[in-house]
């Protein structure tokens, strides 16, 4: 089963969860990676939200999509920066332009991970470095409502997302040197699941890790949730969903 996102679908509610999430800690880490560089690209740049924070800091940056939509929205939002719609396995840039390289919440979404690290160390000047934020399902620290109502997406999520381990093995494999993990992001969360079902924080196009569901996948685990919502207001109780994730930095320097 195909299991991708339709980005160009989900463009206009994407940024929604910028403001649901406090994103500090990724943008601080992002800083010091990018500090005293220049030419810097993101790949799976999407809406153009880290485009936007590293202008408005200074920086002169690229940003590649493949979703015209996404990139739409990017523009109109900023049209400082420069955006290219392409893919992360056939970066449409000279050989040696960068020096640094980074995306966020988007390696688990490339099509062939190992052709983007190759393609990174291409673009990439001497000294230049990559980083890698997202996910790593493997290692069995994250707790999520998603996960206990949509058991399935636990499976689909470790295929997609490799672990930190892995990412580090693919970046020294593919000729980059000092490839280091550290935690970008901790997102607690505790909230009443009628609250969150009403506010629309449970709607279908909220994450990938739903949208990624078929439409009777996606039906089940409401109708799962909102039977537990019953059956504890008829105690009078409030049902209160979770969440515990952690994101990850992975970074790697050319020679």
């Known amino acids: 089963m195909n299991r991708s996102v339709d980005y ?39 809406s153009g939200h880290w485009l936007q924070e590293l202008t408005e800091q200074g920086y002169d940056i690229v940003g590649l999509d493949p979703s015209s939509n996404m990139l739409r929205i990017a523009r109109r939002k900023s049209r400082q920066p420069s955006f290219v719609q392409g893919c992360a396995e056939a970066i449409p840039c000279r ?14 979404h490339f099509v062939d991970q190992t052709r983007f690290l190759a393609e990174a160390h291409r673009i990439l000047h001497p000294g230049g470095g990559v980083m890698i934020v997202g996910l790593d399902p493997h290692t069995g620290l994250d707790r999520w409502w998603i996960y206990d109502y949509f058991p399935q997406v636990v499976e689909i999520d470790k295929r997609r997302y490799p672990s930190t381990d892995r990412i580090r093995s693919l970046m020294t ?38 949208t990624v569901l078929t439409d009777e996948e996606y039906d089940e685990g409401i109708k799962h949730l909102m039977r537990d919502i019953e059956i504890n207001e008829a105690q009078h109780k409030v049902l209160t969903i979770g969440a515990d994730l952690h994101l990850y930095a992975t970074t790697a320097w050319l020679p």
């Open 8 to 46: 160009d679908a989900v463009a206009e509610v994407y940024d929604r969860r910028y403001d649901r999430s406090d994103y500090g800690p990724v943008l601080q880490l992002l800083l010091i990676f990018v500090h005293g560089s220049r030419d810097i690209l993101e790949v799976g740049c999407g």
């Open 95 to 108: 050989r040696a332009l960068f020096g640094r390289v980074f995306c966020i919440n988007a390696f688990h």
């Open 173 to 210: 494999a593919h000729g980059f040197v000092s490839a280091s993990t550290v935690e970008a992001l901790h997102m607690p969360l505790l909230m009443s699941a009628r609250l969150a079902l009403e506010s629309g924080r449970l709607a279908k196009t909220t994450t990938s890790q739903l």
